[in-house]
């Protein structure tokens, strides 16, 4: 984890690339959650694992817990984004 200092130098880093370039910044915005120093969404981490037994699976032999597991790990990184927001209307 950065220490706070590193943090903020960081975000000072980011706006000064988002005011002199935002396509480029726009492009690593959408990679960000891979970067080290943030941590994977619940669901991303969820579907990493399942796709972890989804290959203990395999090496098992066990074809039904394969396709049940890769599948429900897809699912999570394709959902990983979806945010909840209570069902409020604007």
Do not use: K, N, Y
Not at 9 to 30: S, Y
């Amino acid at each position: 984890m950065l220490s706070r200092h590193e943090r903020q130098r960081l975000e000072q880093i980011e706006e000064q690339l988002t005011g002199e370039d935002p396509e480029f910044a726009r492009r690593m915005q959408r990679r960000r959650w891979w970067w080290p120093w943030q941590r994977p969404s619940a669901p991303a981490a969820w579907g990493i694992v399942s796709l972890a037994a989804a290959a203990v699976c395999v090496l098992l032999g066990e074809a039904s817990g394969f396709v049940t597991a890769a599948m429900l790990g897809a699912v999570l990184l394709m959902v990983r984004h979806w945010r909840l927001d209570g069902g409020a209307a604007e």
